[in-house]
């Protein structure tokens, strides 16, 4: 099976901006997670989709945002960037979302603010 | 609140030598503890996970990891280190009650492989 895709892998955007993220899950996974990786915050809960609804949502400003397609694949948005946006971004999926499933890691998006 | 501690940032070892990195969580009960690895400019990759039973996890590439419920501790060992091995360590845990995937990571241990 192929595994998380991500696209794309990499992106500059200037402050103001908005910018959208995708995210192919492994097929039949239908959970699909985004997390936030920083040097100075680490990695952080963003949002968890599941069978197109938000399930979980991390501490966040609503600039970010995301949602999930009937084939899973999912998209996160960011509005009005901010230079501490600056950031790799993982999306992970399981098969059902429920706490113990392995989660597998798509290689990421690395977004610049600039 | 739940939290996930590892107290060393950076760890060198050398090759051949056996390596444990130290992860203690904050949590109400016991959760669901993994342990994951991240090489430069990757995704992370689950080494092994914890829910119940025998407190000894085997994971791959060599690696296990132990639970202690006592200590809050679910450290990560192997016995002998290789210098494929370098990489970013993450510790973590996903609540046991919600149902829903959400994990909460530790600031990751980097680890150095001398020759």
């Known amino acids: 099976k192929a595994g998380v895709t991500q696209t794309p892998r990499y992106l500059i955007k200037t402050r103001g901006q908005q910018v959208t993220l995708s995210c192919s899950p492994i097929?039949?996974?239908?959970?699909v997670s985004w997390y936030q990786q920083t040097p100075g915050q680490g990695l952080q809960f963003l949002f968890e989709?599941?069978?197109?609804?938000?399930?979980n949502k991390g501490n966040f400003p609503g600039r970010f945002s995301g949602r999930q397609f009937s084939n899973s694949r999912s998209e996160m948005n960011v509005s009005t960037l901010e230079l501490g946006d600056s950031a790799l971004y993982l999306c992970?999926?399981?098969?059902?979302?429920?706490?113990?499933?392995?989660?597998?890691f798509g290689p990421g998006t690395r977004l610049l603010v600039l | 609140a739940q939290s996930v501690t590892q107290p060393d940032i950076h760890i060198t070892v050398s090759e051949g030598a056996s390596l444990e990195l130290r992860c203690n969580y904050s949590y109400g009960a016991t959760p669901y503890l993994f342990w994951y690895v991240q090489s430069p400019g990757q995704g992370l990759q689950l080494l092994l996970k914890?829910?119940?039973?025998?407190?000894l996890v085997q994971g791959i590439k060599g690696f296990e990891a132990e639970f202690k419920r006592s200590q809050s501790s679910f450290n990560l060992r192997k016995p002998s280190v290789h210098w494929s091995d370098a990489a970013e360590y993450f510790c973590a845990v996903a609540p046991f009650s919600g149902g829903y995937n959400k994990l909460i990571f530790g600031a990751g241990t980097r680890l150095a492989v001398h020759p």
């Open positions: 097929s039949g996974h239908r959970s």
């Open positions: 989709y599941f069978s197109e609804t938000q399930r």
């Open positions: 914890y829910f119940s039973g025998d407190t």
């Open positions: 992970a999926s399981s098969l059902a979302g429920t706490g113990s499933e392995t989660q597998y």
